[in-house]
């Protein structure tokens, strides 16, 4: 369940990156990034590193 919520978090970052440089989806980029954000510190905290 961490390795699977690592790889949603990276890849909502991948997103959020495409999103942010090369089109303009409003705050639903900015909701994405808050997401993989929290799932990372979720990961930190439960003692996984997170790369």
Known sequence: MGNLLYA????LVIVWAVGF???NA???IHI???IAIIAVI???IQGNKPL
């Open 26 to 28: 409003g705050g639903i």
């Open 8 to 11: 949603i978090a990276v890849i």
């Open 32 to 34: 994405l990034l808050v």
């Open 21 to 23: 440089l090369g089109y």
């Open 42 to 44: 979720l990961r930190v």
